[in-house]
């Protein structure tokens, strides 16, 4: 299997990707990292936690990391998509545990350090522990086979603001640095996340199942369809970091093409913008390989039946 780390800020959909990670036989989960975002730091590391203790995996690391943005001091979390405490308000148990003494860059060095293989980086929140990552231990980071990030948008810009999605507008500096790198990078961002919308109907065979994976998927998805519904006017919801996952086991799932990425990291209108030069017009070397099209019905039949799978294990 590929050896992966996901660094992520828990988050209803981030919990999914998790799950969707936890029950593919491709991929090796070797630990999480967790990052503020969609909930402050503190919540999205107890998510963590109490997401594994779920499937029965406190074995696997989870370090905390950066809780606030490298530069700018006026992110604000995604409460009105992912509820106060990241997770709709859906009872999970609490994790006999808590996290892992190191710090989350630490744990990242110890686990590519350590892999045999070369690991992929699946990142679904803001890039900030990427980022420091990269700054701290550039020999290190150079080991990655490739880091596969949820973020972005080349055509089908924003959803936070209209020209910025919401990983990349929480921490724009570190999305900067973490394009700029020279890593091999694949951009799942909106154009590919919302042509891949699963609906509500599509649960109703895990509903079916029943059992405690169904209960708490089904909590968060019923969850994030409403909160779509209200704040987006879209009815289902994009499960863009399952999508990040996926494009991991299966990459036949997301075509993509080598472009130059940039950041936007001020300006009132465009703060966290991704500017993709689609047609190469600055002659630039490609910094990414960006997510276009994506095969949404192979998608969904993957992401659910997986957690069918995991849920009935
Ligand atoms: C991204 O932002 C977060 O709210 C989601 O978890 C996902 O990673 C989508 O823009
Ligand atoms: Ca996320």
């Known amino acids: 299997p590929i050896p992966v780390i996901i660094d992520t800020d828990p988050g209803l959909d981030d919990a999914l990707a998790i799950l969707l990670a936890f029950a593919s036989p491709e991929l090796e989960v070797l630990g999480?990292?967790?990052?503020?975002?969609?909930a402050g730091l503190a919540h999205t590391t107890r998510n963590a936690l109490r997401l594994l203790h779920l499937i029965g995996r406190d074995d696997v690391p989870v370090a905390a990391g950066a809780n606030t943005p490298l530069v700018r001091?006026?992110?604000?979390?995604?409460?009105?998509?992912h509820g106060d405490d990241g997770f709709g308000g859906v009872p999970l148990a609490?994790?006999?545990?808590?996290?892992?003494?190191?710090?989350?860059v630490q744990l990242l060095v110890d686990l590519i350090e350590g892999s045999a293989e070369p690991v992929t980086l699946i990142?679904?929140?803001?890039?900030t522990n990427v980022a420091t990552l990269l700054a701290a231990y550039p020999g290190t980071a150079a080991k990655l086979d490739?880091?596969?990030l949820m973020g972005?948008?080349?055509?089908?810009?924003?959803?936070?603001?209209?020209?910025?999605?919401?990983?990349?507008?929480?921490?724009?500096?570190?999305?900067?640095?973490?394009?700029?790198?020279?890593?091999p990078i694949t951009m799942?961002?909106?154009?590919?996340?919302?042509?891949a919308i699963t609906f509500a109907e599509d649960w109703e065979p895990l509903r079916a199942q029943g059992g405690p994976v169904a209960e708490a998927v089904t909590g968060m998805v019923d969850f994030?369809?409403?909160?779509?519904?209200?704040?987006?006017?879209?009815?289902?919801?994009?499960?863009?970091?399952?999508?990040?996952?996926a494009a991991v086991i299966a990459p036949e799932l997301v075509t993509t093409s080598a472009l130059h990425v940039d950041v936007e990291c001020s300006g009132p209108l465009t703060i966290g913008m991704t500017v993709v030069d689609l047609h190469n017009v600055t002659g630039k070397k490609p910094t990414a390989n960006v997510g276009l099209e994506v095969d949404a019905a192979a998608f969904n039949t993957l992401l659910i039946g997986r957690i069918l799978a995991i849920n009935a294990a």
């Not at 001091?73 to 998509?81: E, F, I, L, N, P």
């Not at 609490?94 to 989350?104: L, T």
């Not at 055509?155 to 790198?181: C, K, M």
Request: charged letters at 15%.
């Open 123 to 127: 990142a679904l929140g803001p890039l």
């Open 152 to 183: 972005g948008g080349a055509q089908h810009l924003g959803n936070v603001t209209p020209t910025a999605e919401f990983n990349i507008w929480y921490d724009p500096d570190a999305a900067s640095r973490v394009f700029a790198s020279g890593l």
């Open 188 to 195: 799942i961002g909106l154009d590919v996340t919302h042509k």
């Open 146 to 148: 490739k880091i596969v």
């Open 32 to 38: 999480l990292t967790t990052v503020g975002g969609n």
């Open 224 to 245: 994030y369809t409403q909160t779509y519904r209200e704040n987006l006017g879209v009815e289902g919801t994009a499960q863009h970091d399952a999508l990040a996952v």
């Open 73 to 81: 001091q006026d992110a604000v979390s995604a409460a009105g998509v």
């Open 94 to 104: 609490e994790a006999p545990r808590g996290a892992d003494a190191r710090p989350a």
